[in-house]
Nanobody, 123 residues
Framework: QVQLVESGGGLVQAGGSLRLSCAASGGSFSIYSMGWFRQAPGKEREFVAAVKWSGSTTSYADSVKGRFTISRDNFRSTVYLQMDSLEPEDTAVYYC????????????????WGQGTQVTVSS
């Protein structure tokens, strides 16, 4: 049974940093692309960042380019999202997902999701 468990969320002031982690179990982590999405109250879940199975290819939403960095550790079956220069607009629940194919922006391409972790950025 595949499980994805996010952690690392919290409350931070604007300009601060957080690092999210997503630990995977129950599957062959290293063969899947992994992505981070977020959902703010009253809004659709939106793409944030994704990384291919090898870690050599990444993709970012324009809104987070230059501020967020996605990485993965296949030995630990974990994907990370380093978030710097946080803004109040980054406030949302952040979800990680697993995908067999490289269509990073497409929610339908992800077959498993974690339960989410709350990130709140105060102004």
């Amino acid at each position: 049974q595949v499980q994805l468990v996010e952690s690392g969320g919290g409350l931070v002031q604007a300009g601060g940093s957080l690092r999210l982690s997503c630990a995977a179990s129950g599957g062959s982590f290293s063969i899947y692309s992994m992505g981070w999405f977020r959902q703010a109250p009253g809004k659709e879940r939106e793409f944030v960042a994704a990384v291919k199975w090898s870690g050599s290819t990444t993709s970012y939403a324009d809104s987070v380019k230059g501020r967020f960095t996605i990485s993965r550790d296949n030995f630990r079956s974990t994907v990370y999202l380093q978030m710097d220069s946080l803004e109040p607009e980054d406030t949302a629940v952040y979800y990680c997902g697993r995908s067999r194919i490289w269509r990073p922006f497409d929610r339908a391409a992800y077959d498993y999701w974690g339960q989410g972790t709350q990130v709140t950025v105060s102004s």
